[in-house]
């Protein structure tokens, strides 16, 4: 062991030093940091499987609340023309002593998220009726929400009598 001789104490404690911070470098590279990467997955899976363990009811919350905001603002991605003939349909089947006097063209507002079509829809009739009828609207009528019931009691033609002039606004979503 002649190669050491010719270095001082002091060289060999200052290499001595160097050689153990690079093993302690290259243990805690290979089996220090592998160990706590271990860890940290684990704790991410235990993490996943607690978030799956409640993912069946979160997924009934979620579609219950689907289901209110159906509910509250209608059903989503119907066509205008099916929600006009749910309409003319529904208006045939709980309706006396209404006509419909004339449904207008559908505004249409489009954003980068979603559409939103706005029917006009004018009935003629006496108040209690219409009143009925708006009631069961609101209540049963899915497709579209009410958005404005406006009554007028005024002669529309010149040859026309004065009647209950009832304009109605629904609304419904497209995403």
Do not use: C, W
């Not at 190669?3 to 470098?25: H, Q």
């Not at 160990?35 to 997924?59: C, G, H, P, W």
């Not at 689907?66 to 023309?81: D, H, M, P, T, Y």
């Not at 006396?96 to 249409?108: A, C, G, P, S």
Request: charged letters at 25%.
């Amino acid at each position: 062991m002649t190669f050491f001789d010719s270095y001082s104490y002091k060289k060999k404690n200052i290499g001595l030093v160097i050689i153990s911070v690079l093993l302690i470098a290259v243990s805690f590279k290979k089996a220090f940091y592998v160990s706590y990467q271990t860890k940290m997955f684990r704790d991410e899976l235990v993490l996943k499987l607690e978030k799956a363990k409640s993912a069946n009811s979160e997924i009934k919350n979620n579609q219950i609340m689907i289901a209110k905001l159906n509910r509250f603002i209608g059903e989503q991605n119907n066509s205008v023309e099916k929600v006009q003939q749910e309409f003319l349909n529904f208006f045939a089947k709980n309706t006396r002593n209404i006509m419909v006097y004339q449904i207008n063209e559908v505004l249409n507002y489009k954003h980068p998220d979603f559409e939103i079509n706005t029917h006009r829809v004018i009935l003629k009739g006496n108040f209690k009726s219409i009143l009925n009828f708006v009631y069961l609207l609101e209540k049963d009528f899915n497709f579209a929400k009410i958005l404005k019931v406006r009554f007028q009691y005024i002669r529309k033609d010149l040859n026309d009598e004065k009647g209950l002039y009832t304009t109605i606004l629904i609304q419904n979503y497209k995403k």
